[in-house]
């Protein structure tokens, strides 16, 4: 059969809808089992190849033969509404290859080491005191997503990048309408253009006047003629948008399949620092919140476990199955918090692992036990079919989550 034959015989829509909240589409799985590698036709009409397995999804993400650049022709796009921002947004280094991924990528390394981020464990520790305290001082009923969820990574994000804490609920709703897949032109424009706005006036702020801050010290590396201003304001977007949403969603919808979960809740409230370590893990793989693929262009003709990706052709590697794949997990779908390291893709994998990691883990370890501690009875008000996930989000969890404690 022809390339042109096979597309056109795609059957198979990407992304789906789930069945359940806490697992990824049920066509997912099956395709894993019967055709694990199979052309998807997108919102576009075009019809990428769909890679489902977790060998395969780790062998493409580590293939420099596969381009992360949204600007060639047949690279896959997850809705029209990144499509218009890829369009127009200055290119940040997720979406460049190497070398320039990897110049750029280079100055930020040294402040993502898991040492460099350990410096900031007080601050975060101090962090989930006080907004915990702040709970417990308020009303017993109340939405954790606002309460908790959202204002510790974000609050730590700023710190980091020297963004005023006070502008949160500006780019917090900026970042929300980027990531929402519906988001119509107008909508996706204007949040791009005061987003980036926003932060070439800081970027150049903090050039003049630097501060002891990650903005002020790319700043520096301008002033020294090694980066562009503009360079410096598409890292401080990428690392400001990726470093809270993200991990925000994974306190929140981590914390919903916890309370689902009541021994394994207990074991996390109660277990030494192995144990937590273990349940973010397992956490990470079975919510895989980046829930609607990588996405890759081939530079060459490629095979693949047997199938050719010819040059030219898009190709999505659904994260979200390959962290469920019987042939790399025992009982995949079940939530196994003492099942140790499991070698996730929900950071990816490759030359754009997820530079954030060490921070998104450490906020993780430190917040759910600290949680579950203050408020042993901490628990849902409302039954599942009341809460609103983030399907249409690009980044997956609740909207809200309204607890009591
Ligand atoms: C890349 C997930 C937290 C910054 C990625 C990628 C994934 C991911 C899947 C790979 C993208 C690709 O291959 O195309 C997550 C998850 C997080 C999280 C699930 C939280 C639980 C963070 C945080 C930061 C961050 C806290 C920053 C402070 C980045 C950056 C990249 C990236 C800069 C691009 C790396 C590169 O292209 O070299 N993340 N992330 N992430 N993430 Fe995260």
Redesign the pocket.
Known sequence: MTTTEVSEQAQTSYPMARECPYSPPAELGRLQADEPITRARIWDGSTPWLLTRYADVRSV?ADPRFS?DPYRDGYPTVAASRKIRQDRQRP?????DDPD?AR??KM?IGE?TVRRIETLRPLIEQTVTELLDAMEAGPRETDLVQAFALPL?SL??CH??GVPYADHAFFQEQSHALLDLTSGEEKVVAALDALQGYLDELAEAKRKNPTDDLISRLGARVNAGELEISEVSA?AF???V???E??A??IGLGTLTLLHHPDQAALVRDGDTATVRSAVEEL?RVL???HVG???VALEDVEVDGTLIRAGEGVI?A?EAANRDPEKYSHPDDLDITRGTNQH?????????????P???I??QIAYPALLQRFPDLRVTVPDSEIRFREEMA?YGVHELPVAF
């Open positions: 993400l992360s940040s280094f997720i979406f460049m991924h750029l990528r930020l993502f990574p730590v994000i980091l990048l890292m990428l690392l400001l990726a470093g809270h993200t991990t969603n994974m990470l895989t919140v980046t990588r996405r890759r590697l994260a893709v929900a950071f990816g994998f490759g030359i754009h692992q997820c530079l954030g990691q921070l998104a883990r906020e993780l980044v």
